[in-house]
């Protein structure tokens, strides 16, 4: 099967629509993710080498260079968290015929629920580190591509719930404990950054202060 990435968009959001399981959320916030860099990376490079931002020159190659870092790994993030949720969906598929197939079963259960919630973890963590750039890009980069920078932010914030919500669901069937409680805290943490960076992002601007009275 090709890659998800490599499809069109239109091909992407038809398979998104049909009845297959895949790709769902977590694939779709991993996407998200990568577009919220890609706003930063394109509003750093629409202020890089202008002269009238010469004193943002320096911050803002680090936004491109980032965000750049971040898009790459949230785009191989669409796939792996597909491939994690068929990872779970070949071992509901294994013969449970004998008590030793049941046990064997069980244990490739298990280990794709692990790596279902690990995945969409990791791209919450990324999505994350978006904020911090939207908020550089907001107050240094091009005015003109400030609500680019703003929906990024945003795009970002979204990103890291869904993924969250991913890795939620799949704790629930989980049964090792000291796993589901580390990572548990992992996403409690990832969460409170993500709505917390963006209240500071949108307090930046005067477009976005009124949405911190909603």
Same mark, same amino acid.
């Given at each position: 099967?090709?890659?998800?990435?490599?499809?069109?968009?239109?091909?992407?959001?038809?398979?998104?629509?049909?009845?297959?399981?895949?790709?769902?959320?977590?694939?779709?916030?991993?996407?998200?993710?990568?577009?919220?860099?890609?706003?930063?990376?394109?509003?750093?490079?629409?202020?890089?080498?202008?002269?009238? +931002?010469?004193?943002?020159?320096?911050?803002?190659?680090?936004?491109?260079?980032?965000?750049?870092?971040?898009?790459?790994?949230?785009?191989?993030?669409?796939?792996?968290?597909? /491939?994690?949720?068929?990872? +779970?969906?070949?071992?509901? =598929?294994?013969?449970?015929?004998?008590? /030793?197939?049941?046990?064997?079963?069980?244990?490739?259960?298990?280990?794709?629920?692990?790596?279902?919630?690990?995945?969409?973890?990791?791209?919450?963590?990324?999505?994350?580190?978006?904020?911090?750039?939207?908020?550089?890009?907001?107050?240094?980069?091009?005015?003109?591509?400030?609500?680019?920078?703003?929906?990024?932010?945003?795009?970002?914030?979204?990103?890291?719930?869904?993924?969250?919500?991913?890795?939620?669901?799949?704790?629930?069937?989980?049964?090792?404990?000291?796993?589901?409680?580390?990572?548990?805290?992992?996403?409690?943490?990832?969460?409170? =950054?993500?709505?917390?960076?963006?209240?500071?992002?949108?307090?930046?601007?005067?477009?976005?202060?009124?949405?911190?009275?909603?």
């Amino acid at each position: 099967m090709s890659k998800l990435i490599d499809m069109t968009v239109t091909d992407f959001t038809q398979l998104t629509s049909s009845d297959a399981p895949a790709p769902g959320g977590g694939s779709i916030s991993a996407l998200a993710g990568s577009l919220a860099a890609s706003l930063e990376e394109m509003v750093a490079r629409l202020t890089i080498g202008r002269e009238k +931002y010469a004193v943002a020159e320096a911050d803002m190659i680090k936004v491109r260079d980032e965000a750049m870092a971040i898009k790459e790994e949230l785009l191989a993030a669409v796939d792996k968290d597909t /491939e994690s949720f068929n990872q +779970y969906m070949d071992a509901l =598929k294994l013969p449970k015929n004998t008590e /030793e197939e049941k046990a064997a079963r069980r244990a490739a259960m298990q280990e794709g629920l692990k790596a279902a919630a690990l995945v969409p973890v990791a791209a919450a963590e990324a999505a994350v580190r978006v904020i911090p750039l939207a908020k550089t890009a907001v107050k240094l980069g091009n005015s003109n591509a400030i609500t680019d920078a703003l929906v990024g932010c945003m795009m970002a914030r979204s990103a890291v719930l869904g993924a969250a919500l991913n890795c939620r669901i799949n704790l629930s069937s989980i049964k090792d404990e000291e796993f589901t409680a580390k990572l548990a805290a992992r996403v409690d943490d990832v969460v409170k =950054k993500a709505f917390e960076g963006e209240k500071e992002v949108f307090a930046v601007d005067e477009l976005t202060k009124d949405f911190l009275t909603f």
